[in-house]
């Protein structure tokens, strides 16, 4: 169905960007480094040629001949080998250091986000149970989100839904989705890919993409079905985007 071939797709493009991202961000280096080995080798500056050096052939002209000799400055000759593989483990050396700071942060942010999310599946002021998920309402939240905690599955609901109960199911199916979509399994994945190589910024835009390819996977989804009308389902996104927007600033709908 429509949900089946918009996971595939998305898959397919989760798997694509992962190599872009490994290779952008390792691989991409190194190729440009053995790239510009190859096309600047040692000889690539030949000598100048010194003019004036050699005696004149018997047929040139006194003119020229009462000509001062000239000697052109040779060229400066490519960085040796040696300086090569300094520069080389320089740019390696900061690469590296890049990697491990930025990836200290993911790791440290990623380490207290779980820790929030545990210390908010233990305070939910409703819980329910829908199949392998539950359901949690939270008065510390503003927006629904999904989430997994090792093997379990949740999905947390703010306080505030609980006063439109069309939009809370609305909601509901729309968190679901994502765990129907396996979406937070690939989230871990991803996880580990913006540790390694998250300060590309390549990476950064092929993670924006991706979660903007899952809300639609599952906006996709859900509209395919007979039960619930677009006007309904979009009038339900206007209202959770305008009370999760900050006071004063204006809401912007694509």
Not at 7 to 31: Q, S
Not at 94 to 100: D, E
Not at 136 to 146: C, E, G, Q
Not at 228 to 236: I, K, M, R
Request: hydrophobic share 50%; charged share 20%.
């Amino acid at each position: 169905g429509i949900a089946e071939s918009a996971a595939a797709a998305e898959k397919d493009a989760a798997l694509k960007g992962i190599k872009v991202a490994l290779a952008t961000g390792f691989i991409g280096p190194a190729i440009a480094f053995a790239l510009s080995t190859l096309l600047a080798p040692n000889n690539i500056f030949s000598p100048a040629v010194q003019f004036g050096a050699s005696p004149m052939p018997e047929n040139t002209p006194k003119l020229l001949t009462a000509l001062p000799a000239v000697t052109v400055s040779p060229l400066p000759s490519s960085l040796s080998a040696s300086s090569q593989t300094a520069v080389f483990l320089i740019a390696a050396a900061a690469l590296l250091f890049v990697t491990v700071v930025y990836g200290t942060y993911r790791f440290t942010r990623l380490v207290r986000d779980r820790k929030k999310l545990r210390a908010l599946s233990a305070q939910g002021i409703v819980s329910r149970r829908l199949g392998r998920v539950h359901l949690l309402v939270h008065d510390k939240i503003r927006v629904p989100f999904a989430a997994r905690l090792k093997s379990r599955a949740y999905v947390f609901l703010p306080l505030s839904l609980l006063n439109d109960g069309r939009q809370l199911k609305i909601v509901i199916r729309h968190e679901l989705q994502h765990h129907r979509q396996n979406d937070l399994l690939w989230n871990g994945l991803f996880e580990i890919v913006r540790i390694l190589c998250g300060w590309n910024p390549l990476v950064q835009i092929w993670m924006k993409r991706i979660e903007e390819t899952d809300e639609l996977a599952c906006d996709e989804a859900l509209l395919g079905r007979q039960s619930l009308g677009s006007l309904a389902y979009a009038t339900c996104l206007y209202e959770i985007a305008k009370a999760t927007t900050p006071t004063g600033a204006t809401l912007k709908l694509a």
